[in-house]
């Protein structure tokens, strides 16, 4: 039987049966590669009685059994907390993140807690046995329960994996693992995606919990194929600056947990270790009475976390003033900058304006919109706001402040830290347990609410 011809974009994994210099799908140039599909050699009437009697057949909806959801405790808190406490047995999760960012450590050490209660196999395709070794004494992980396989043929993982029989089985990384009867190159489209789909129906067929390694790209996007993330139940993004010693693990989907929450790790010469308490952590060494900075309260799931916002306002030598964003979005802080200088005044049109988030932090939620705010005024005046200050509420486009959920939990959150004042939109609080010594300034709009940060020194 004659292959069948097909072309995949290694960006977004749109198929067609010809070729496009443009992908039409993501409008990538040149990403469309061609693969051949092995043709089916079995056909309806060769199908085996065996075969009959094992292959899934339909069931009413309310004759299905519901099991105790089983979930393996990986010993970390702070992953447990966004896999939505623990993983799933026979689940199909996905971890990704920029080579060197610290993925292998982190399912190395969850490891040593999760060879307790199961058996674990750890196949690595990028290091050795040796190098697989050395990691894991560096990292004091030992267990009876821990097996180590290298090996880049998906036939021979999944051959190994039938005659261990583990309960937890990780592959670092799909990058790396191939099928022979391909004719294409490992990390290609085409392998990447076959290779996940055969690693998605063994999880599923056995019942067992797999962990899959995914390098980004320079995009921030899974390398190849964003289908990956279509065959998973759970999306982990690794994040992190290499310079900066924070990581933050994040969730992009999860079928059996929510996907606001995050967690924080910090890199040390032992491996990854858990910050219980971010706030104080991305706050440690905050200047005082320095103008362009404002504590920030944002919501990472259920958590309140205070960051650090900076800015820094100067005049600029060229004709267009220059914009520059870390950590947060870079559109929504050029429109805050025109809501400043339509709605309040200030002439930022002949300045340029840097922004960033300390910590390696990255804020997408609409409550920072007032700190950055007030970040930028303060140093467009070269006027410290108040220390012990804080600010959350979200910027209209007319300049008004609109109200944002868990209100009292950031409230709380600042009250433990040792803030005395707190700069929000104005909405019914209702009953809170604040402090007499704590201060709550409610305003309507932007200009108030600078008008009263000013005020407060």
Same mark, same amino acid.
């Given at each position: 039987m004659k292959q069948k011809t097909q072309y995949l974009c290694s960006e977004c994994g749109y198929e067609s049966v010809k070729w496009y210099g443009k992908c039409?799908?993501?409008? %990538?140039?040149?990403?469309?590669?061609?693969?051949?599909?092995?043709?089916?050699?079995?056909?309806?009437?060769?199908?085996?009685?065996?075969?009959?009697?094992?292959?899934?057949?339909?069931?009413?909806?309310?004759?299905?059994?519901?099991?105790?959801?089983?979930?393996?405790?990986?010993?970390?808190?702070?992953?447990?907390?966004?896999?939505?406490?623990?993983?799933?047995?026979?689940?199909?999760?996905?971890?990704?993140?920029?080579?060197?960012?610290?993925?292998? %450590?982190?399912?190395?050490?969850m490891c040593q807690e999760m060879c307790r209660e199961a058996k674990v196999l750890y196949v690595s395709g990028e290091e050795s046995l040796r190098q697989i070794r050395l990691r894991a004494d560096?990292?004091?992980?030992?267990?009876?329960?821990?097996?180590?396989?290298?090996?880049?043929?998906?036939? %021979? @993982?999944?051959?190994? %994996?039938?005659?261990?029989?583990?309960?937890?089985? @990780?592959?670092?990384? @799909?990058?790396?693992?191939?099928?022979?009867?391909?004719?294409?190159a490992p990390g290609n489209a085409t392998q990447i995606k076959e290779c996940a789909m055969m690693l998605m129906q063994y999880a599923k067929r056995r019942n067992i919990t797999i962990f899959v390694v995914g390098h980004v790209t320079k995009e921030g996007t899974l390398a190849g194929p964003k289908m990956l993330e279509h065959m998973v139940?759970?999306?982990?993004?690794?994040?992190?600056?290499?310079?900066?010693?924070?990581?933050?693990?994040?969730?992009?989907?999860?079928?059996?947990?929510?996907?606001?929450?995050?967690?924080?790790?910090?890199?040390?010469?032992?491996?990854?270790?858990?910050?219980?308490?971010?706030?104080?952590?991305?706050?440690?060494?905050?200047?005082?009475?320095?103008?362009?900075?404002?504590?920030?309260?944002?919501?990472?799931?259920?958590?309140?976390?205070?960051?650090?916002?900076?800015s820094l306002v100067s005049k600029t030598s060229f004709g267009t003033p220059r914009r520059t964003a870390n950590?947060?979005?870079?559109?929504?802080?050029?429109?805050?900058?025109?809501?400043?200088?339509?709605?309040?005044?200030?002439?930022?049109?002949?300045?340029?304006?840097y922004l960033n988030v300390i910590g390696g932090m990255r804020l997408d939620e609409p409550a920072v919109d007032l700190p950055i705010a007030l970040a930028v005024a303060s140093s467009y005046r070269d006027q410290p706001l108040p220390e012990g200050m804080m600010a959350f509420g979200e910027v209209g486009l007319t300049g008004e402040l609109r109200a944002v959920s868990a209100a009292e939990q950031r409230i709380q959150e600042a009250v433990r830290l040792g803030f005395h004042t707190c700069i929000m939109p104005k909405q019914d609080l209702g009953y809170l347990n604040i402090p007499d010594s704590f201060e709550v300034i409610q305003v309507r709009n932007i200009a108030q609410a600078i008008a009263a940060a000013f005020a407060q020194k």
């Open positions: 039409p799908s993501c409008g %990538t140039w040149n990403s469309m590669e061609e693969f051949r599909e092995k043709p089916s050699v079995t056909t309806r009437g060769t199908i085996a009685r065996d075969d009959r009697r094992t292959r899934n057949k339909p069931q009413n909806l309310d004759h299905i059994t519901m099991g105790e959801e089983v979930r393996f405790h990986s010993g970390i808190g702070e992953l447990d907390r966004v896999l939505g406490g623990g993983a799933v047995r026979g689940s199909f999760v996905l971890v990704g993140g920029e080579p060197g960012i610290g993925k292998s %450590t982190l399912l190395l050490q560096r990292l004091h992980i030992s267990s009876p329960n821990l097996y180590a396989l290298a090996e880049t043929e998906m036939d %021979t @993982i999944l051959e190994e %994996t039938d005659l261990l029989e583990p309960e937890i089985l @990780i592959v670092d990384s @799909i990058q790396t693992v191939f099928r022979p009867d391909l004719n294409s139940d759970c999306v982990l993004y690794f994040e992190g600056e290499k310079q900066v010693t924070f990581r933050c693990l994040r969730a992009a989907k999860n079928r059996f947990g929510s996907t606001n929450e995050i967690g924080v790790f910090e890199m040390t010469d032992r491996g990854l270790r858990e910050v219980s308490n971010p706030s104080a952590a991305m706050l440690s060494g905050h200047p005082a009475d320095a103008p362009g900075n404002c504590i920030a309260c944002t919501m990472e799931g259920s958590r309140p976390i205070l960051a650090e916002v900076q950590g947060v979005d870079y559109n929504r802080m050029v429109i805050l900058i025109a809501i400043l200088e339509k709605r309040v005044g200030l002439y930022l049109a002949g300045s340029d304006s």
